[in-house]
Nanobody, 127 residues
Framework: EVQLQASGGGLVQAGGSLRLSCTAS????????IGWFRQVQGREREGISC????????YFEDSVKGRFTASNNNAKDTVHLQMNSLKPEDTAVYYC????????????????????WGQGTQVTVSS
């Protein structure tokens, strides 16, 4: 059974940085993508970043582009989301999710139903 474990959230001041990690276990396939989503209470969940396990192709929504980066540690089945220059509006619960298959990450990726989800990790950015 595939399981995803998200970690690394916390409280940080505006302008600070956090690194989220998403570790997958039970994976028996080689091609997949990890998406990062965030949700503010009372609002819809939004996809913000995607990284492909196959070719490390990445995609970032405009709201985080230039501030967030993603990387793969395939040996550890772990994906990191480095979040720099954090803003109060980045405050949310962050989730990682896995989409099976050869994925070219783009804005269209969010139309697919991700196969597995991790638990959320809270990120709070104070002003």
């Amino acid at each position: 059974e595939v399981q995803l474990q998200a970690s690394g959230g916390g409280l940080v001041q505006a302008g600070g940085s956090l690194r989220l990690s998403c570790t997958a276990s039970g994976i028996s396939f080689s091609d997949y993508a990890i998406g990062w989503f965030r949700q503010v209470q009372g609002r819809e969940r939004e996809g913000i970043s995607c990284i492909s396990s196959s070719d490390n192709n990445t995609y970032f929504e405009d709201s985080v582009k230039g501030r967030f980066t993603a990387s793969n540690n395939n040996a550890k089945d772990t994906v990191h989301l480095q979040m720099n220059s954090l803003k109060p509006e980045d405050t949310a619960v962050y989730y990682c999710a896995l989409l099976i298959g050869w994925v070219t990450c783009s804005s269209s990726t969010w139309q697919y139903e991700f196969d597995y989800w991790g638990q959320g990790t809270q990120v709070t950015v104070s002003s």
